[in-house]
T-cell receptor, first 113, second 109 residues
Framework: GAVVSQHPSWVICKSGTSVKIECRSL??????MFWYRQFPKQSLMLMAT?????????EQGVEKDKFLINHASLTLSTLTVTSAHPEDSSFYIC?????????FGPGTRLTVT | GQSLEQPSEVTAVEGAIVQINCTYQ??????LSWYQQHDGGAPTFLSY????GLEETGRFSSFLSRSKGYSYLLLKELQMKDSASYFC??????????FGKGTHLIIQP
């Protein structure tokens, strides 16, 4: 099946710094990728839709200036959490869609101290 | 808007059959999916229903009734490794998924 990778798998950063998370489709091209966030014991929440070659589409309540998304190629989307704060600590997961199935990356656990 | 409701927790016995229900309300409909997620892991796709009826894949089956806004996931011959969270999710087209709150399945030996 299709494989999606994420890097890093976990990261610890200090409050006020920025963190970049990469999402790659390894064996297929993805014009659209999705970014989700999951807090402990909660469900996944869609943050934004990443479109290759154009601006991302953000869900209501997600700050586009804080969560910068770049989809520079058909196999790579990046999410940058700018000026991170402890409340941004979460599990960030990307996915790419083929047909009716979404393939998820392994996730990135961000801890902001 | 859209909402998906699931029980927060279900307990079953190893080797048995368990059903996890999902009721939904949406303004449109593109299909309903089920995903499994182990602690600390990524969701993995289990099944998808676009039309009414039953879809079977190995030990997993999913049923959909669009008129009732209802779906269920059926797991047969339960194994300890099936202990996980199960999410129903709505979505389609070019949109991402809207997930239910998830059902934590506890399997007892």
């Amino acid at each position: 099946g299709a494989v999606v990778s994420q890097h890093p798998s976990w990261v610890i950063c200090k409050s006020g710094t920025s963190v970049k998370i990469e999402c790659r489709s390894l064996d297929f091209q993805a014009t659209t990728m999705f970014w989700y966030r999951q807090f402990p014991k909660q469900s996944l929440m869609l943050m934004a839709t990443s479109n290759e070659g154009s601006k991302a589409t953000y869900e209501q309540g997600v700050e586009k200036d804080k969560f910068l998304i770049n989809h520079a190629s058909l196999t790579l989307s990046t999410l940058t959490v700018t000026s991170a704060h402890p409340e941004d600590s979460s599990f960030y997961i990307c996915s790419a869609k083929i047909g009716n199935e979404q393939y998820f990356g392994p996730g990135t656990r961000l801890t902001v101290t | 808007g859209q909402s998906l409701e699931q029980p927060s927790e279900v307990t079953a016995v190893e080797g048995a059959i368990v059903q996890i229900n999902c009721t939904y309300q949406t303004s449109g409909f593109y299909g309903l999916s089920w995903y499994q997620q182990h602690d600390g892991g990524a969701p993995t796709f289990l099944s998808y229903n676009a039309l009414d009826g039953l879809e079977e894949t190995g030990r997993f089956s999913s049923f959909l009734s669009r008129s009732k806004g209802y779906s269920y996931l059926l797991l047969k011959e339960l194994q300890m490794k099936d202990s996980a969270s199960y999410f129903c999710a709505w979505g389609g087209g070019a949109d991402g998924l809207t997930f239910g709150k998830g059902t934590h399945l506890i399997i007892q030996p």
